[in-house]
């Protein structure tokens, strides 16, 4: 892989970390400042880059040759992606375009409508969207990985189509929520299985979004809507659908934020997850300095954490760094070389 020079050790590494093979690891994705991968992520949803497959996939491309020659732990992954809140174009919705993506408006007044909701592979922006996962997989090939973009499923599917009022039909309208769940997971599981008719395996697993590898057919799940939530509620009406939905793929990796951790006992009711990244909100408590206090609920779970170089540094050297953990490391490292230096030591831990 051109962007990625040691691809061989790094899915080596991967592969003993989420599949649980060898505990007690320690590995680090280093961002680089100006090339983050959250910045990449904007910049690739901005509206003037995001009409046009080729302009979008470029724009990952310039990212990856900065850090072209970076011996981390992650894998440089295009994700070819309108953004977390286009997902309601796929059923019709009016769609505009903002900073960080496509934006589709509320097509439902409340969830009951979701019944008379269709979707079409062949036309409009659902046909888009598959046809950008297979321009993004051919042109990635022998450069880069490629990822499916992030799933919608269960209520973060009924947000998008419904908007915020969605919270009180978990109230008000549980049957109907559950019918949409069921809806809502045939939708995707059909989504993911379409891109990945373009894309390749590697090492018998997928690249995916936060740019790892994972093992088999694994998908990446998110509860990001949940976060509004008692754990009461999550465990009546999302659990069982999340597990469905993992069930249907075998394993699966479960992306969250800090201002969910109040979920994640339930969370690890989840059978067949490889791994959690909980990824930090500004507004919310970071997690490195809980860290111990979340493998407390998480057990042996390999984990994706954020940090910065200083906390990785010091907790490098004087031997504290909690391990079973890839340490996303977002703030600190002015160049590649400097980003080696410190995976030497990552790698020597």
Same mark, same amino acid.
């Given at each position: 892989?051109?962007?990625?020079?040691?691809?061989?050790?790094?899915?080596?590494?991967?592969?003993?970390?989420?599949?649980?093979?060898?505990?007690?690891?320690?590995?680090?994705?280093?961002?680089?400042?100006?090339?983050?991968?959250?910045?990449?992520?904007?910049?690739?949803?901005?509206?003037?880059?995001?009409?046009?497959?080729?302009?979008?996939?470029?724009?990952?491309?310039?990212?990856?040759?900065?850090?072209?020659?970076?011996?981390?732990?992650?894998?440089?992954?295009?994700?070819?992606?309108?953004?977390?809140?286009?997902?309601?174009?796929?059923?019709?919705?009016?769609?505009?375009?903002?900073?960080?993506?496509?934006?589709?408006?509320?097509?439902?007044?409340?969830?009951?409508?979701?019944?008379?909701?269709?979707?079409?592979?062949?036309?409009?922006?659902?046909?888009?969207?598959?046809? $950008?996962?297979?321009?993004?997989?051919?042109?990635?090939?022998?450069?880069?990985?490629?990822?499916?973009?992030?799933?919608?499923?269960?209520?973060?599917?009924?947000?998008?189509?419904?908007?915020?009022?969605?919270?009180?039909?978990?109230?008000?309208?549980?049957?109907?929520?559950?019918?949409?769940?069921?809806?809502?997971?045939?939708?995707?599981?059909?989504?993911?299985?379409?891109?990945?008719?373009?894309?390749?395996?590697?090492?018998?697993?997928?690249?995916?979004?936060?740019?790892?590898?994972?093992?088999?057919? $694994?998908?990446?799940?998110?509860?990001?809507?949940?976060?509004?939530?008692?754990?009461?509620?999550?465990?009546?009406?999302?659990?069982?659908?999340?597990?469905?939905?993992?069930?249907?793929?075998?394993?699966?990796?479960?992306?969250?934020?800090?201002?969910?951790?109040?979920?994640?006992?339930?969370?690890?009711?989840?059978?067949?997850?490889?791994?959690?990244?909980?990824?930090?909100?500004?507004?919310?408590?970071?997690?490195?300095?809980?860290?111990?206090?979340?493998?407390?609920? $998480?057990?042996?779970?390999?984990?994706?954490?954020?940090?910065?170089?200083?906390?990785?540094?010091?907790?490098?050297?004087?031997?504290?760094?909690?391990?079973?953990?890839?340490?996303?490391?977002?703030?600190?490292?002015?160049?590649?070389?400097?980003?080696?230096?410190?995976?030497?030591?990552?790698?020597?831990?």
């Amino acid at each position: 892989m051109h962007f990625k020079k040691n691809l061989p050790e790094t899915v080596a590494r991967n592969r003993d970390f989420w599949i649980g093979e060898a505990s007690g690891m320690v590995l680090a994705k280093i961002e680089i400042e100006g090339d983050s991968v959250l910045d990449m992520w904007v910049d690739a949803l901005s509206p003037q880059v995001i009409s046009d497959p080729d302009t979008m996939f470029q724009r990952y491309v310039r990212n990856f040759k900065a850090r072209e020659f970076l011996l981390d732990d992650a894998i440089p992954t295009a994700r070819p992606s309108f953004g977390s809140s286009a997902y309601g174009a796929f059923f019709g919705a009016d769609v505009q375009f903002g900073a960080t993506g496509a934006y589709a408006r509320p097509i439902l007044p409340d969830i009951r409508g979701f019944t008379e909701l269709r979707y079409d592979f062949t036309t409009g922006w659902l046909k888009r969207q598959i046809d $950008t996962a297979r321009y993004f997989a051919e042109q990635a090939r022998g450069l880069c990985g490629v990822s499916i973009v992030e799933t919608m499923d269960n209520l973060n599917l009924a947000e998008n189509l419904v908007g915020s009022r969605i919270y009180l039909d978990l109230v008000d309208r549980p049957r109907e929520i559950l019918e949409f769940f069921d809806f809502a997971l045939d939708f995707n599981t059909r989504l993911i299985k379409a891109q990945r008719e373009h894309h390749d395996r590697h090492a018998g697993g997928y690249f995916d979004i936060h740019e790892i590898w994972v093992p088999g057919d $694994t998908i990446w799940l998110s509860i990001d809507a949940w976060n509004l939530v008692s754990p009461e509620v999550f465990r009546r009406y999302a659990l069982h659908h999340i597990q469905t939905s993992i069930n249907s793929f075998g394993t699966a990796w479960l992306h969250m934020h800090n201002q969910g951790l109040h979920l994640l006992e339930d969370v690890m009711r989840l059978k067949n997850l490889v791994g959690i990244g909980i990824l930090d909100d500004p507004t919310e408590p970071r997690c490195f300095p809980r860290l111990r206090k979340i493998q407390e609920t $998480t057990g042996g779970m390999p984990l994706q954490i954020n940090c910065t170089r200083q906390e990785l540094e010091k907790g490098l050297q004087e031997g504290s760094l909690p391990r079973n953990v890839m340490y996303w490391v977002d703030k600190g490292v002015r160049t590649v070389e400097e980003a080696n230096l410190i995976m030497k030591r990552v790698l020597e831990y």
